[in-house]
Each structure stands twice: as C-alpha cells, then as structure tokens.
C-alpha cells in the first residue's frame, strides 16, 4: 500500500514544523530567567488586532510552559513533553487555531500559574527535583479540591494530549500501531502490557 | 430516445446497489449524484497518524461556524470533515416548536462512506408491526420474501458475524464472515446478563468489515480489514463496504456505468400522455447551469428528505400535490431511531486480559422488550450498542500526579469500561413530515426543508425504560456504573428527531395506493417506471440499524425493473 498524498503532504509539513520545533524545544532546554520579549510581544500583537499571529506566545512563555510541562511529563526511560515537542504544539494552538479569548485564557493562565509556582527563586531556575516538588504540592491541592484552578487542568490534559500524541510519546511510552492487522478481544496482559496510544 | 435505460439519483448506500444489479443485467445506467466526486488517495485520511494531526485534531472556531450541526456528530472531525456538508451552505428550517438535526454529507459514495458499519436484517415481527398495532400502513411484504435478498445483500457487501448465533429478532442466513472476538469482560458481561435474563442476548455486532473477503471482494481491490478503526476517515483497503469501495465499481466494470457529480436533481420530467417519468432535471452546482437528463425509468435514492422533496418540487398543473403523491403521504411518517438510554461503569476484574487492535465493531443486545419481555407503556421496541474496553490514556490524564509516576500510571492499562446506548424504533405518524419552504430557497434554487417532527410518549417511555435496562444490565456485569441517564428521560432530555442519522418512511410502501406511494417492489402506484429504495419506503423504523435493509431492497427492485425494461412493460 502507497502512502497517500495527503499523508505524504502532512508529513512534510510536519518534517517542516518539526525543524522550528528542534531549535525552540533546546531554546526552551537551554533558558533560564525572563527577559522582556513577553511585553513586547503583547505590544506587536495588539498593533495587530490578533489577526492570525505566527507565534502568539512570546520567549519567556515559551520558557515557562516547557518548564511546567517537562515537570508534568519529564524525560525518564522515554523522552519528556519538551523533547516531544508539546509547547510547540500548544504554540500552534495559540497562534493558529484558538480564538482570542482562547489566546487570553492561556496567556493570564500561564503567568498567572508560572507566578504562583515562583517564591523567592523563580520556577525557571529552580532545579528539576525543586520544580517537581513545588509542582506535585500544587498540583495535589488542585485534584484534592482545596484550590480550584480550572486553567492548570486545562493545561495539564493539554500537555498530556499533546504528549500522548506525538510521536515519542504514542510510540515509545505507550504502545502504538498503524496497522494492527488484525483484533484480538482477549490477549494476555503480559504479552501487551502497556496502554494503547490511540 | 433517452439518454440512458435508467437514471439513478443519489450514489450513496442505495443507489449504488441499483446501479450495480441493473449494470450487472446489462442496462445503461447513469449515476446523478449532488456532490463531488470522492477520490480515495486524497479524500481519504486513514493513513494520517496521531502526531501528524494538526491541533491535536480539536475542532477550531471555524468548525462551529461552518459546521454547528454536523460537527455534533460522533464521526465528525477535523480528518472527517471532508464527508459532511458544510451547514451555512444547505441550510433547513424546523417548525415552529420543534427539533430536527439532520446530519448529512454531499459526495460520491454518500453516507456509506460515514455510516457506522452495523448491518442487521429487519424479522418477522418487525414486518408484522404495523399490522398487528395499527401504526402507519401494513408491510407488502414478509421476512420469508426478504431473506434471500438479505442473503445476497450480506454475500456481495461482506458482514463479520457469528453464523452460530440464533437470534428470532435478527435473523441471519449463515453467510457472515468471521466474527470479531469479544473483549474478555464481553464474554464475562454476556454470561452474566444471558444468566440473569433469560430473555435476554448479547451478541458480537454485525459490521460490514471484511475479515476474510471473497473472491469477488478481491477481484473489486477489496481487502481484509486491518483492524485501525479509522472508518469515518475512508479506507484504502477497501475493507468496509461503501458504494466507493464495492458497488459503483461493480457497476463500472460492466461498461454500463455514466457517473455524472456535482448535479444537484431538482425535479422529475413527467409526460401526461403516457404517465411516464422522463427523466431528472437539475443544476450543475458549480455552474448553476441547467442540467437535463432522460432515461426509461427514473430511481430515487437521494435519501428520504431530499428524494421526498424532488417528488414535492414537480408539482405541476396535473399533479399539484407533487409527482407519484396522489396519496398525499409523500414528505409524511418521516420516521427515524431514538437514541439516548445509556449507562457506562468500570470493572476491576480481569486484570490478566487486554486487548490487541482496534476493533471497528462492538457488541449488540438485540431488541426483547414487547417481544420476550414487555414494554412499559410504549409500543415496539429498542436494541443496545456497547462495547468494553480497559481505558485509554484519555481517561487517566486528568488525575492527581506530575512527574514520573504520573507516567507509568497512564502508560499501564487501565480499568475495564463498559459503555452501553440504546436505539430504539419510532412510530410512523402521517404528522410528522418534512414540506418544501414557501418561499425560501438554497443557493441553486432548490426550495428548503421545513422539518416538522415531535417525539411522542410512546419514544419518550421506550428510552425511559432503556436507560433503566442500560443501568442495570451494567450493574449486573458486576461492574460500578459511573454514570446512566436512569430515570433522567424527559421530551426535552432526549436528543432532537434526526439525530439518529436514519431518516426515512417518506415515500413509503404499501399495498394500498391511498395508503403508501410506493407498492411492494419499491415502484410508484402512480408512476410505473418510477422506483425508491432509499430510506424513503421505510414502512416501519424497526430499531436496528437499517442500511442492510436497503441494500437487500434496492437489489430486489433493481432486478424487478430490469424484468419490466427486459419485457418492454416500462
């Protein structure tokens, strides 16, 4: 069976996604700190009434939502929400697909998250081992109801869907195939023990 | 001389049949169909995996805009969307007061290229009950007249099933291929509900996958189903029946097959002297040009609203009620199936099992209810479609954890799930019907549907006491129900009229032409070179899924022109 067209298109357009998503996933590995691109950003893309922006969120965002998400899903045996390049799909979710209230819902969430996270040291710089602490707590308090924070959840599914669904993540941490060829309604745990990817 | 023998309008589920028994008899046949032509290597996204879906295949702002009433639909996605009508472009009205969703797509291949696969055939109690309750008009016809056309119907289409099952209500010819395997909390879920009602069954589905295709499946390029459940997306093997897949290219193969898309039909030529129909007269929909077509007998398949209202639409001096309506029933008993009882739950046994593939089929627990078991207070009846699954990552990512246990905890399989929804039959009622708009018209001149259709107690009790069942039945498997609509069943809970995507009866058939505009071989009482075997001559609903029914009819009246063309009576 050939590969068809269309799937042959979407492939080049994701190997062409995937070049930007290379370079801004180790931008987003190597930052530390914020730097005021966030401002500016919101300043260009008010000049431009939101109209169809190439990249909504700016570098600090950017920084920010792979730090939480790497926290969420970090590399172990298989690679994490960075190296599967979740932010970069949330990205084009922001700058493509939403709407502005939906580009606003995210932007406020983001920071307003990334703050809350932040004490004395802020979340980018403090280690893996800090983040997934502070992380986990808030998170804890989020699922047992004591703060209700609808965005963080929202965030959260957002960056596992993206996860689960990439390619890594669909075919290294969980179990995927294209073509099963055939159904079998009762196999052994053993022989496929992991979660099917789709 | 006209054009063709016999000009078909509409290529879907139906009409491709038509095409194929009446090419196969060696008559000209020209195919009309309103859509675009469907090519399998760019219209089908089967081969599209998950991480080269853009957006994470969510459905954007523009989909609401485009398409707020198809995108409700369980098939509609972003790689779908493709096979459903963009709404702002074909619009409809309901009556004041009422609900209608009517969900559709325009393309070679119609809805058989979107349908959901299940193919049961219609038994004697389901013929039989118009007549034995007084609802709508009696069948012309019996299961005994039927089950060979059901046979051949299943043989060229290729159902997976079991031949051992014995099921009164659905009976079957022992020509299925080999069934899917149940899950092993199906089997667990039978068991235990067969043992606790004894007038009860749970069946493996019958889908129209291949799993062991036939020579003539293979020589048509047809292949074995590969077990990817992206259906709705189109398949490359060819391994669901479509008309795409299956029969316009049986129908091609003959040399007798004209395929004319994007012509929308928007009435019927009709000659007074002889009482004929003449053939199809449209537009070209990217031209809007007028478009005229002649043959020596005219089939509608265009489904039963638009079939109904081309009917409605050649009104003329003679006919004013429209064309082969001289009973007045065209357009009325717009019948359908009513969804809505449902119960879904979780099973902590069974934890040494999973399951491998992606089975494009689930189970069936085929209608009891005024059969083995009463109904209360309704007539008729409903079946269950389900399935039990051990759960996915969707349904564990928003739990409590970060981090690497939070991996391993989705990456493990998770609880069984059985999910369970009813469909039920609804009653043919001459009130509920479809008219065309006075006044307002679609963008190539075809007046609008106005829909007017009301559920009534008797839809409203039959999926009250479904939702109890689905409870039940979920709870007698042993499993925790998470959630049911048990005892939640009010008019307004339940989804609108249409929503079961299987509209029909509104050219229905009956041996009584003041009754029925269609006799017993799909033909008008009025017209005889006029044929429908689209959901149209629906006489009843039944509750099982009807698409099989229409193939096992449309070949049945197909073969009965070609006797009336072969022997120069039409």
Redo the contacts between chains.
Sequence with gaps: MTRLNLTQANINRRSALTGLLAISASGALAACGQSSAATEAVQEFDVLGYAKPTKFFSGSEMRALGAMADTIIPSTDTPGAVEAGVPDVIQGLASEWGDDNFRQYWREGIRRVYKTLSGETKFLAMSPEEREAVLGAYDAKVYAGEIEDTFYRDMKKTVATAYYMSEPGATQELAYEAVPGEWIGQAPISKYPKTWAT | MPDFDVVVVGSGMSGGWVAKELCERGFKVCVVERGREIK???D??D????????????K??DTYEDYPIQSEVYAFHSYTKQFWVKDTEHPYEVAPGTRYKWRRGHHLGGRSIMWARQSYRMSEIDFKANAVDGFGTPWPVDYAEMAPWYDHAERFAGVSGDNTDDVEVLPHGGVFQPP?????L??HMKSAIEAKWPTRQMIIGRTANLTQPTEEQLALGRGTC???DHCFRGC??GAYFSAVSATLPAAERTGNLTIVTDVAVHKLSHDRATNRVTGIRGVDTKTKAPVEITGRAVFLNASAIPSAMILLNSADADNPKGLANSSGHVGHNLIGHVGGGYANGVYDGL?????????PNGFYIPRYRNHTEPGDGYLRGYGFQGGAH?S???G?????????D??AR?????RWNIWIGSFGETMPRYENHVRLHETKTDKWGFPIPVMDCRWTDNEINAVAQAAADAHDMVEAAGATVLASNKGKITEAYLSAPGNGIHEMGTIRMGDDPSEAPLNRWNQSHDIPNLFCTDGSFMTSSACQNPSLTYMAFSARAANHAADLLRDGVI
């Design positions: 399998p290597e760019t089908y996204t081969m599209v995996d998950p991480w080269q879906m853009e957006h994470l295949n969510m954007g702002p899917h395997e149940m899950t092993a199906e089997k590969q077990a990817r490359s093997f934890q040494e099992f999973h399951h491998y593939g992606r089975r051990r996915g990552w969707g564990k990512i928003d739990k409590v954890g970060i981090g690497a939070y991996k989705v990456r493990k399989p998770g």
